[in-house]
């Protein structure tokens, strides 16, 4: 069966309190599916008469941490999606504030590329 690239799309997210690269890896992946829209997977009825599937790659600090289950739910369907999560993405000093639980002043900030691969009826 052979798959398409049907669109790449980025995004960035911050831990800004609360020192999670899981959460930043979440905020990542929703900035980048909260800016695209492709009618022709629903409208087009593609999602019912091929396959999709995903390919979630994400950069943060700390990515030895990142709770993968956790950032799956941040995907809008539950479809296929293979997640990769790597060391990269920034870590800057930003305020501790004890009152939102920070175990420091670190900000952690995570990039994200979804890609969203497509076969239809070839086998």
């Given at each position: 069966?052979?798959?398409?690239?049907?669109?790449?799309?980025?995004g960035?997210?911050?831990?800004?309190?609360?020192?999670s690269?899981?959460?930043?890896?979440q905020k990542?992946?929703l900035?980048?599916?909260?800016?695209?829209?492709?009618?022709?997977?629903?409208?087009?009825?593609?999602?019912?008469?091929?396959?999709?599937?995903?390919?979630?790659?994400?950069?943060v600090?700390?990515?030895?941490?990142?709770?993968?289950?956790?950032?799956r739910?941040?995907?809008?369907?539950?479809?296929?999606?293979?997640?990769?999560?790597?060391?990269?993405?920034?870590?800057?000093?930003?305020?501790?504030?004890?009152e939102?639980?920070?175990?420091?002043?670190?900000?952690?900030?995570?990039?994200?590329a979804?890609?969203?691969?497509?076969?239809?009826?070839?086998?």
């Open positions: 069966m052979a798959w398409h690239k049907l669109l790449i799309e980025m960035m997210g911050v831990d800004q309190h609360g020192q690269p899981t959460r930043a890896c990542a992946i900035d980048a599916v909260h800016r695209v829209c492709i009618p022709i997977v629903v409208e087009g009825g593609l999602l019912s008469s091929c396959k999709v599937k995903l390919t979630v790659d994400v950069a600090p700390g990515a030895g941490t990142v709770d993968i289950s956790k950032v739910e941040a995907l809008p369907l539950s479809m296929d999606a293979d997640i990769i999560v790597q060391e990269g993405g920034l870590k800057v000093q930003g305020v501790a504030m004890e939102l639980q920070d175990k420091s002043d670190d900000m952690f900030i995570a990039v994200a979804i890609t969203v691969w497509i076969s239809c009826g070839e086998e």
